[in-house]
């Protein structure tokens, strides 16, 4: 199947006090149409940074796209003039991020500024229509009695519901991807579980890609086909669900799993990752891992490793894998 | 292993009027904690869970004698914290800590690390300068930052080292109880492990009691002995961290240990109800009443109370199984 977005060594730089710091290094990533992907990663990883990418959202005066490719249905994203990203954006692609509240406008009434999301994109439609499809769009994301909450202003809507409204208005313009920034993260966890089983139901019903955004490896496991983890502007392991959660390889990805407080487990001391993250101005000259990796090996300090295919369709960027497949 | 009681909450409550109008006319109460029941021993972890808004931090701030209560009684070592009045308070003050969620806002960005430790040690003049620098060593070591640290500035800590600063600062007092609100859940999931192992470790070092407050289930259950639930500001069910997991008798409790995504298992279950914002607070009956899948006439009618069922365990329910 051919891939609907595909993103190749994409690098990004964030500027700060005259430095260029790397927050992106090396990325490649490909999404299949009515496939969910989960990117996983700690702060400052660069998560964010990469679906800003896709956007073409990141502040021209905070940092940019130094190379890459980011191909969208085989048109490069990165190429694009101001206006054709105006046209791409909640129109092919659709984002929600982490706070509802602040992605809202409180002056307008949610359902308005629905309304104009598809007005904007569809200057040939009608008022009424318009308003009739924002409708929809609240009904699509189970909110109860849309023709009245279509007058409400944010502050009259529960956080839940906030995030509902997001995800109508991302959804107005019916995108072929959806990129989701830590979409519950502000949300209760039962609110959060009827979200992320919306977010299942418009990947099958409206064979929907979604990018999943989140530092939460529980709501990963629940939803994605296909999971990346990132570290320090990497991807350091990429494969399927399964094999992620059955069969981590990347020391990072053990750690992680391993240090989750996870409900189904309890135990008496949770195993952790020594250190912190580095220090992404000041990065190691190895592996970025190496100074809080269990299992470093010499040759992790000379040079970072490269993503190697472990097993079929089991990407690691570790140098302890490539020499255990290699004997 | 656990002994006396350290800290006994009886029938708390605490309403806020609900004004309207120029002339701020009390409309109605708003009941943000209506009497909870419930105690802390020495060395115990009580874990406080719950949605937001339902009560857990007002709950947490009426303990600490943060804010002043509406009805009912805290004891701590047998003393009634609210009649508490001069040294007695300061004493008391220096025995119940709290630590807050977030890391970034509780620590004066003006102040060098080294000020904002060995503030509470100034204000309750506990050690001359001398002592003072060897105790910040000493407390830096507990919580494992190093000592040059000391020199630097809030905004060049992560938000895990601002947590042990935290822990550091509060530890100098040598607290018996730590009122401890989200404190992880601004944390990356690696730093969030390391600091819930160091809260252990203090515990066994100190004999410290935790009041730990979170909307996260799975964190609670790694550290806490015994666990509360809250809803609206009532303790709806209250048990032994790995019975109330085994055997949730309260339809919230299953509801919220089956909205909590496993990185072990998959689920597809699909939850039914409302939103509790969406919903009237009812005027009678059971807090829970309207998003209850099991509710019958009588939990319309009348209020429940936390009654045991088995063994350290408590529920709040007309219909528990």
């Avoid at chain 1, 002056?107 to 598809?118: L, N, P, R, T």
């Avoid at chain 1, 839940?160 to 949300?187: F, K, S, V, W």
């Avoid at chain 2, 002339?23 to 937001?52: N, P, R």
């Amino acid at each position: 199947m051919q891939n609907l977005l595909e993103i190749k060594d994409l690098n990004v730089e964030y500027y700060k006090g005259g430095q260029a710091i790397p927050a992106v290094r090396g990325v490649d990533l490909a999404v299949k149409p009515g496939e969910i992907i989960g990117l996983v990663g700690e702060s400052g990883c660069g998560k964010s940074s990469i679906a800003l990418s896709i956007m073409r959202l990141i502040p021209p005066k905070q940092g940019k796209i130094i190379s890459g490719q980011i191909l969208f249905a085989g048109r490069d994203i990165v190429k694009f003039s101001e206006d054709e990203c105006r046209d791409y954006r909640g129109n092919k692609i659709g984002m929600v991020f982490q706070e509802a509240f602040s992605s809202l406008n409180p002056v307008f009434k949610v359902g308005d500024q629905i309304k104009e999301a598809i007005k904007l994109h569809n200057p040939d439609l009608g008022q009424e229509e318009c308003r009739q499809r924002s409708i929809d769009a609240l009904r699509l994301v189970n909110i109860p009695q849309p023709k009245e909450r279509y007058g409400s202003y944010p502050h009259q809507l529960s956080g839940g519901m906030q995030q509902r409204a997001m995800l109508a208005m991302a959804l107005a313009c019916h995108p072929q991807l959806l990129i989701a920034d830590e979409p519950t993260t502000a949300l209760d966890v039962t609110i959060q579980s009827q979200i992320l089983d919306l977010l299942v139901k418009f990947k099958s019903e409206l064979t929907m890609s979604i990018l999943m955004i989140t530092h939460n490896l529980a709501i990963v496991s629940q939803i994605a086909d296909t999971v990346a983890i990132m570290y320090a502007g990497q991807i350091v392991e990429l494969a399927s669900r399964e094999k992620i959660f059955n069969n981590p390889l990347h020391p990072y990805t053990i750690g992680l799993l391993n240090s989750v407080p996870d409900i189904a487990t309890r135990k008496e001391r949770l195993v952790q990752i020594t250190g912190q993250i580095p220090d992404p101005g000041n990065l190691p000259d190895g592996c970025p891992f190496d100074p809080r990796c269990p299992e470093a090996l010499t040759a992790c300090k000379d040079a970072g490793p490269l993503m190697v295919e472990i097993e079929e369709q089991h990407f690691v960027r570790c140098f302890k894998q490539i020499n255990v497949t290699q004997g | 292993m656990i002994m006396a009681d350290l800290l006994e909450v009886k029938n708390l409550t605490k309403y806020y009027p609900v004004e309207k109008g120029v002339f701020k006319q009390s409309v109605g109460t708003v009941k943000a904690i209506d009497g909870v029941d419930f105690s802390i021993a020495v060395k115990e972890t009580l874990g406080l869970v719950g949605e937001s808004g339902c009560g857990k931090t007002t709950c947490g701030r009426l303990i600490a004698n943060l804010l002043p209560p509406t009805g009912g009684q805290v004891l701590f070592d047998d003393e009634d914290i609210y009649s508490l009045r001069g040294k007695h308070l300061t004493a008391f003050r220096k025995k119940v800590q709290v630590l807050f969620q977030d890391p970034f806002s509780s620590l004066d960005p003006r102040q060098s690390i080294y000020d904002i430790i060995t503030e509470p040690i100034r204000i309750h003049r506990l050690h001359n300068k001398k002592d003072t620098r060897t105790k910040v060593e000493e407390l830096l070591g507990l919580v494992g930052l190093p000592n040059d640290i000391v020199n630097g500035y809030p905004h060049q800590l992560s938000g895990g080292q601002r947590q042990r600063i935290g822990l550091a600062r509060i530890l100098s007092l040598n607290p018996r109880l730590i009122i401890a609100d989200e404190p992880v859940s601004s944390l990356d999931i690696s730093i969030q492990a390391q600091i819930i192992n160091l809260f252990k470790d203090l515990q066994q070092k100190y004999d410290l009691s935790y009041l730990f407050i979170s909307h996260d289930l799975g964190v609670v259950k790694h550290i806490a002995h015994r666990i509360a639930v809250m809803y609206r500001g009532k303790i709806m069910e209250l048990a032994d961290s790995e019975e109330l997991f085994a055997r949730p008798f309260h339809p919230y409790t299953k509801m919220l240990i089956q909205s909590i995504p496993s990185i072990r298992t998959r689920k597809n279950a699909v939850l039914a109800g409302l939103e509790k914002d969406e919903l009237p607070v009812p005027v009678k009956g059971c807090a829970f009443y309207a998003r209850c899948a099991k509710a019958e006439d009588r939990c319309r009618e009348m209020v429940p109370i936390l009654e045991p069922k088995g063994e350290k365990h408590f529920v709040c329910c007309w219909n528990p199984e």
